[in-house]
């Protein structure tokens, strides 16, 4: 390369340099840290606190152009939006313009999770067989139940069906193996998935109700599968059991609601190496979780106890 051609492409590649880490082949974005329904919660026109999208990752891979989405949200608009701005790359391929993902990946029918595929159909984006990987009974649910059927039948997105166990290949690079977690599953089963690359791993399991449970059912702890992961984006539902309650300790009874609290889930990996804790990055907070505030004594104390809380807009490299 000349002098001058060397100078050129310096300069080209100069202005995203701060806030894209070209050094990173593989990368995860934290589109949305919330439970479902986000925040502001509909009807609390006095929450001013910030915006809160509900959960979602965004896996960009820069080594083959292509970029995936964990979960559907009906945030999914703005999601999709700061994935772009956040990752700007040249794509080349058949899905190179229009929305600009390769997948979706979900993790069960709750709103919070699936509801922004509406934004695949004709009256939006009007995709064009976007992959969407879902496990079984997620599958049918969405062939059997419009408006979702239609998604199918007008062929808007091409349902790829992941079963428990089965690793999805995805490239020679990236790899999801689906996680099936207890949930209140009226539609469908609930997974979480791992995120594999040939250097790490992540674990994203946004939405279940115990942990004890997973592990009576899959014979696996939360403590072996962040064992096995380099980064576990876990259920942070809610801060502790007085939350639902005001100021007068009235409100709703928590004893019959699923979720681990953050703060049982801190107690329970309390005794781990803190190169353990540090992989946690607590995701899925309700609007009345106190961490939803990164200036909150609750986001402080996770800190100090060598946890971290997810941020819409949190970058970790999965492989360089
Ligand atoms: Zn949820
Ligand atoms: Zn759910």
């Known amino acids: 390369m000349s002098l001058l051609a060397f100078a050129a492409a310096l300069a080209l590649s100069g202005g995203d340099a701060a806030d894209e880490p070209q050094a990173c082949a593989r990368e995860i974005i934290v589109l949305g840290a919330g439970q479902d329904a986000g925040a502001p919660q509909i009807g609390n026109f006095a929450d001013n606190a910030p915006l809160l999208y509900p959960s979602s990752l ?3 891979d820069r080594e083959n152009g292509q970029r995936f989405v964990f979960d559907a949200t009906p945030a999914i608009t703005r999601q999709l939006a700061m994935l772009e701005e956040a990752t700007r790359m040249d794509r080349t391929g058949p899905r190179a313009l229009g929305l600009r993902i390769d997948g979706v990946f979900l993790t069960h029918a709750h709103i919070g999770h699936y509801l922004g ?3 695949f159909g004709r009256e939006a984006a009007g995709a064009n067989a976007l992959p969407v990987f879902a496990m079984p009974r997620m599958a049918q649910f969405l062939r059997d139940n419009g408006p979702w059927s239609q998604l199918v039948t007008l062929g808007n997105i091409d349902l790829i069906e992941m079963e428990q166990g089965g690793f999805t290949i995805v490239s ?8 099936t977690v207890p949930h209140r599953d ?7 998935f791992i995120m594999m690359t040939p250097d790490k791993r992540a674990l994203y399991v946004p939405d279940l109700d115990s942990w004890d449970e997973f592990a009576a059912s899959s014979g696996g702890t939360l403590e072996e599968l962040i064992s ?3 980064y576990a984006f876990i259920d942070a539902t809610f801060w502790d059991d007085n939350e639902l309650l005001d100021e007068n300790g009235l409100g709703r009874d928590m004893s019959e609601i699923p979720h681990p609290r953050v703060t049982q889930t801190m107690d329970r990996l309390a005794e781990l190496p803190a190169s353990e804790k540090a992989k946690v990055h607590f995701i899925h907070y309700n609007h009345t979780n106190p961490i939803r505030d990164p200036a909150s004594e609750e986001s402080a104390l996770v800190e100090a106890r060598g946890f971290n809380v997810a941020r819409r807009g949190d970058r970790t490299c999965l492989s360089r």
């Open 58 to 60: 965004g896996v960009i």
């Open 117 to 119: 595929l509406a934004y």
């Open 172 to 179: 020679d690079d990236f790899g999801v193996l689906p996680i």
């Open 186 to 192: 009226e539609y469908s089963e609930t997974v979480g």
């Open 228 to 230: 096995g992961v380099d």
